[in-house]
């Protein structure tokens, strides 16, 4: 039997065309605008796209022109092939931008895959991130009549291998200096109250990840002055989860500040854009003189031992 592993993220425009693509497409998806009207949905998002694609534009222009997270998709995707070499097929599948579901099925259906991994990014479960990707996989396919065997993870925050990783990148970003002169932020994306209060149970992932890696810190003697965690990403007037980081940096009682970019697998505006230049003059206006952010897994070593193990524990 032919397999796959699909790893499944959100996406970020290819280029500058592209933005107002991503805008629409995520705008337009009912996990994240929850509307009963589809009609509704399309105005509101044609609205948000209108309103926020030359901004965004901007935003893109000034980390590159594009998302990394296509490029570094694509280079997490190689090494994991070649860690994997000829027994099972890897690729990856975007929600907003390409490569999207429908391309790639047409891919593995020409392929002959019987029996796919499909493994979201998302080291939380959240119905906006997760189970809309997963869910747009598998309606696609089925759309398609095409009906292999599929293996699904929904989160992965309480993996031993993952926060080995993070605990590693933790420690390059700290370098030689002394944990004590700094404090610790986790930066985690933002999610409306409202969805948390409706079940989602994103930030309890979000806030039990934050325990379990401050216990590896602690065995790693890594003490920080502190270690906190917030919310980045707000978008609109709805009440979200809190603390935000801008309200966290303004009560950090040192001047040393080390963020890590805790929601995401792969380097994204969010955290190339947000957190490496909004945040960061955010902070120096705050008199924080040195502030790092931690890089994303993207394609390394131990992420891809991480998937290669988390592939085996799936068959």
């Known amino acids: 039997m032919k397999e796959a592993i699909i790893l499944l993220n959100m996406g970020g425009p290819n280029n500058l065309h592209e933005v107002e693509l991503f805008l629409t ?37 000034r980390i590159g022109g594009k998302s990394p997270i296509v490029g570094l998709t694509t280079s997490l995707v190689t090494k994991l092939q070649e860690a994997l070499s000829d027994e099972v ?35 939380h479960y959240s119905s906006t991130t997760t189970a809309s990707s997963l869910d747009d996989f598998e309606a696609t396919a089925h759309a398609m009549g095409w009906s292999p065997i599929m293996v699904e993870i929904k989160h992965f925050f309480m993996n031993d291998r993952y926060n080995t990783l993070l605990v590693s990148l933790i420690q390059e970003t700290l370098g030689r200096d002394h944990p004590q002169e700094f404090e610790l932020i986790f930066s985690a994306h933002g999610l409306p109250q409202k969805i948390v209060d409706q079940g989602d149970p994103y930030q309890r992932h979000v806030m039990a990840h934050v325990d379990l890696l401050t216990t590896k810190l602690h065995e790693a003697n890594l003490y920080f002055n502190a270690i906190h965690l917030a919310y980045q990403s707000k978008v609109g007037p709805m009440k979200w989860l809190e603390p935000s980081l801008e ?27 947000e ?24 394609d390394h070593p131990l992420f891809v031992d991480f998937l290669v193990n988390t592939y085996h524990k799936m068959k």
Do not use: W
């Not at 097929?89 to 929600?95: A, C, H, N, Y």
């Open 275 to 298: 957190l490496s230049i909004e945040y960061a003059e955010i902070a120096h206006e705050l008199g924080i003189t040195d502030y790092r952010v931690c890089s994303c897994p993207n």
């Open 89 to 123: 097929m890897v690729d990856f599948v975007m929600r907003y931008t390409p490569p999207m579901a429908r391309k790639v099925i047409e891919k593995l259906q020409r392929n002959g895959v019987e029996k796919v991994f499909l493994i979201p990014l998302y080291p």
């Open 247 to 273: 309200s966290m940096l303004q009560g950090v009682r040192t001047p040393n500040v080390i963020i890590v970019p805790l929601a995401f697998t792969i380097d994204n505006s969010e955290t190339d854009f």
């Open 25 to 61: 497409n995520m705008f337009n998806d009912p996990a994240i605008i929850r509307t009963k009207s589809s009609l509704l949905r399309r105005f509101i998002a044609a609205m948000i796209t209108l309103s926020r694609t030359e901004k965004s534009q901007e935003i893109y222009r």
